[in-house]
C-alpha cells in the first residue's frame, strides 16, 4: 500500500487498482493486475494492462520472490493455483492443474528477451523494484498494402 500511495502522491497518475479496498469488481481487477506475477506470456500480460489503462508496470521483487512464506501461501501459488498450473517447488498439487505454458512474467521481462522487449520498455529499477512501460502497439505496415481504388482516392481529395 505504501507503494500506491507514493506513487499517486509523487506522480499525480491515475493507479490501477488498490488491493485493499474490499469490492467483487475489484477483487477481479487486482486479480487481473497481479498475472504480472503468474506465468503468463508477454502478450498475455500486454493485453491485461491495456485493458486497464495502464501506461506502466511496476514489480516488486519480494512478491516474484517471496520465500518467507510456506508453498501455498505466496501471491504466486495462489495465482498458480487460480490459473489452474502447478505451483513451484516440491509438495502436493491437485490432480487437476496442469504444468504451465509461459515463464513466470516478473522473473522473465527481466531477461529482456525480444518477446517481452516488445511489449515492454524498463524505466527504472532498484534492487526493490523494476518498473516498465507498457508501449503502444505498433501499426501495420502500409508497404505491401494494395493501392487504393479510385473511389478511396476521391475520398481522401475532398
Do not use: W
Not at 520472490?65 to 502436493?92: K, Q, S, T, V
Not at 515463464?103 to 520498455?121: G, H, I, M, N, Q
Amino acid at each position: 500500500m505504501q507503494l500506491l500511495a507514493g506513487i499517486k502522491l509523487c506522480t499525480g497518475r491515475v493507479l490501477t487498482n488498490h488491493p485493499h479496498y474490499e469490492d467483487k469488481d475489484l477483487r477481479e481487477r487486482t486479480k487481473q493486475v497481479y498475472q504480472v506475477y503468474a506465468r503468463r506470456s508477454p502478450e498475455e500480460v500486454y493485453d491485461i494492462m491495456k485493458a486497464m489503462g495502464a501506461d506502466y508496470v511496476v514489480l516488486e521483487n519480494s512478491i516474484c520472490y517471496e520465500r518467507r512464506h510456506r508453498r501455498g501461501c505466496r501471491l504466486r501459488d495462489l495465482l498458480d493455483l487460480a490459473n489452474g498450473h502447478i505451483m513451484d517447488g516440491d509438495g502436493e498439487n491437485d490432480e487437476d492443474l496442469v504444468p504451465a505454458t509461459h515463464p513466470r512474467f516478473c522473473e522473465e521481462v527481466k531477461t529482456d528477451a525480444v518477446s517481452y522487449t516488445a511489449l515492454f520498455t524498463r524505466t527504472f529499477q532498484n534492487k526493490t523494484f523494476h518498473v516498465y512501460r507498457v508501449k503502444k502497439k505498433r501499426k501495420k505496415s502500409t508497404k505491401n498494402s494494395p493501392e487504393p481504388s479510385a473511389s478511396q482516392q476521391q475520398d481522401q481529395t475532398l
